[in-house]
């Protein structure tokens, strides 16, 4: 689930930075783990599994610590 973690903080970066280099960065991480997430869904199903659908809660809280972190600090 570290996958959907570097997403959705990826997302949040992207929405919230200006600075291209940073940008850049996070459009990668989003761009590669979507696509190993996917991947990994379809050997995991393949296999009769379920992929994760949720973060692990140390995940969602270190997602939610930034989400409230201060503007300039993003």
């Known amino acids: ?11 949040f970066i992207l929405q919230h930075t200006q600075n291209d ?5 996070a459009q990668m991480l989003v761009d590669d783990h979507t696509k190993a997430g996917a991947e990994l869904a379809g050997i995991v199903q393949a296999e009769g599994g ?6 692990k809660p140390k995940e969602a809280d ?3 610590q930034l989400q409230q972190a201060p503007a300039d600090a993003v």
């Open 1 to 11: 689930s570290g996958g959907l973690y570097e997403v959705q903080s990826s997302q």
């Open 50 to 55: 379920t992929a994760p659908t949720a973060m």
């Open 21 to 25: 280099k940073i940008r850049e960065l």
């Open 62 to 64: 270190m997602l939610t």
